[in-house]
């Protein structure tokens, strides 16, 4: 067999995503150092891309993560380029790199700044951790934690979308349309989220009038997106500082776990059973040590316990154990229903979570936000 031996390319040299994507650029010319009669900025550039009516840009993983590895490279320059702008000395480049190569420790304390435009690193998270922190301490603890799952197989307007934008054979099946089109998904997903919360929590006040949010958006394992939401609500109880009796009617009037009548509420009891009942698995079941013994425990909380009422915990006890400081009032048959709001649940159409947090989440933030 015949050798070929070729210099590799240099990643800095234009026309990269050209050379190294011939299928895609099949004439060598349209990519991001193309000359333009109107200038794209490199997020332009990738959105262009990514929304093109033709879908073989988002669909190729190759371009997309190269498309990711370049902007993820140009963030870090441009932290660096504002590490050497703030530091006290006028240092050059080759001063950080003779200071890097000798593990200078003065440095090495100014370099978590390099990262903190990275989205996912450890520097960025601090930092919207430390915006949340802000917010618990300026408003208060939040009042409810909400999540909003996907169910993208499922959802009619994100597959409708995905056969809008995709020339597809009506064969598609819908996990191939996902499969397929992951970015389109994402996208169509976010739209969904962010008119939902508008109409239904901001406008129509499900849960109450919201004076302050903080959302996130996760991707699970599998690639499936879903929001975290901490909601602030105006004039909610608080634990530990109003009657237990006003406490438990609030959360009450806002959360049930309830499975309804299938008769008196049909599509509701079909969303509950087919939503909102959760299955343990290795992700959930996690070791614990007693002593010398060790036993394995579902990191949610199910079989959730059978109460006759609403009941509120001990919170200095439950907090230590990083446990939920109220039980809603629940049969034998719901203790694996998610706690959930009926209106959200129904006009949202997926799996969703609602919990009164109160002081609970201070001391979970760091884990939920930065896991």
């Known amino acids: 067999m015949n050798e070929i031996r070729e210099n590799p390319l240099d990643n800095r040299q234009k026309h990269l995503d050209v050379m190294c994507f011939p299928t895609l650029f099949p004439t060598g010319n349209f990519g991001a150092d193309h000359s333009r009669a109107v200038k794209l900025s490199n997020a332009e550039y990738i959105k262009s891309r990514l929304l093109n009516v033709d879908s073989r840009y988002r669909k190729n993983p190759a ?15 441009s932290g660096i380029y504002n590490t050497l702008r703030t530091t006290s000395q006028n240092m050059s480049a080759q001063a950080m790199l003779n200071m890097l190569n000798n593990a200078d420790r003065k440095l090495e304390a100014s370099l978590c700044t390099v990262l903190q435009s990275v989205r996912g690193t450890k520097q960025f998270w601090f930092k919207r951790k430390g915006d949340v922190d802000c917010m618990i301490r300026e408003f208060g603890s939040p009042t409810f934690f909400c999540t909003f799952s996907c169910a993208e197989y499922e959802s009619p307007d994100i597959l409708e979308y995905l056969r809008k934008v995709n020339d597809v054979p009506d064969s598609y099946d819908n996990g191939r349309l996902c499969t397929e089109d992951p970015i389109s998904v994402s996208r169509q997903f976010s739209h969904k989220f962010h008119e939902f919360f ?29 929001y975290h939401v901490l909601l602030w609500i105006r004039d909610a109880p608080k ?53 010398s013994h060790y036993f394995q425990r579902c990191k949610f909380g199910y079989p959730r316990p059978v109460t006759s009422k609403t009941t509120l915990k001990d919170v200095t006890k439950n907090l230590k154990a990083h446990q939920k400081i109220y039980d809603l009032k629940r049969h034998e048959a719901e203790t694996r229903v998610n706690d959930y709001n009926p209106l959200l649940l129904l006009q949202w159409g997926a799996n969703t979570s609602t919990e009164v947090e109160g002081i609970h989440y201070y001391f979970l933030s760091i884990k939920v936000w930065l896991n």
Request: charged share 30%; proline share 4%.
């Open 63 to 77: 371009y997309v993560f190269f498309l990711l590895w370049e902007k993820e490279l140009r963030e870090l320059k």
């Open 239 to 291: 634990m530990g500082q109003d009657k237990p009796e006003d406490v438990i009617a609030f959360i009450d009037r806002h959360i049930t776990c309830h499975i309804p009548n299938h008769n008196t509420c049909p599509e509701l009891h079909k969303t509950v059973m087919s939503k909102q009942l959760h299955k343990c698995s290795a992700y959930c079941k996690k070791k614990y040590k007693s002593g």
């Open 198 to 226: 508008s109409i239904f929590i901001k406008k129509g006040q499900v849960l109450g009038q919201v004076d302050h949010f903080f959302w996130k958006k996760e991707y699970q394992q599998r690639g499936a997106p879903h």
